[in-house]
Nanobody
Framework: QVQLVESGGGLVQAGGSLRLSCAVS????????IGWHRQAPGNQRELVAT???????NYADSVKGRFTISRDNAKNTVYLQMNSLKPEDTAVYYC???????????????WGQGTQVTVSS
């Protein structure tokens, strides 16, 4: 059973920083791509940032230049460094992974439980 466990959320003032972590554990698998989405109250879940197995990253325009996604393949962990946080970054942040088991693609519907990020003005 694959599990994605996020950590690092919390309350921070505008202009501050937080670092989120997502550890993927379970069966022997490979991570094709992994990333972060977020959902604010009343809004749809939106993509924040992704990183694939080759290290290519993709960011939402709203976070470019402020957020950095990285991964530690040895630890099956992905990080999201969030700097210059704004009140509009307040949301529940979810980790999402696209996995394979050997040559079998398992899919991209693996999600963590979410971690709350609140940015006060």
């Amino acid at each position: 059973q694959v599990q994605l466990v996020e950590s690092g959320g919390g309350l921070v003032q505008a202009g501050g920083s937080l670092r989120l972590s997502c550890a993927v554990s379970g069966s022997t698998f490979s991570i094709n791509a992994i990333g972060w989405h977020r959902q604010a109250p009343g809004n749809q879940r939106e993509l924040v940032a992704t990183i694939n197995s080759g290290g290519t990253t993709n960011y939402a325009d709203s976070v470019k230049g402020r957020f950095t996604i990285s991964r530690d393949n040895a630890k099956n962990t992905v990080y999201l460094q969030m700097n210059s946080l704004k009140p509009e970054d307040t949301a529940v942040y979810y980790c999402n992974a696209d996995l394979s088991y050997g040559s079998v693609w398992l899919g991209g519907d693996y999600w963590g439980q979410g971690t709350q990020v609140t940015v006060s003005s």
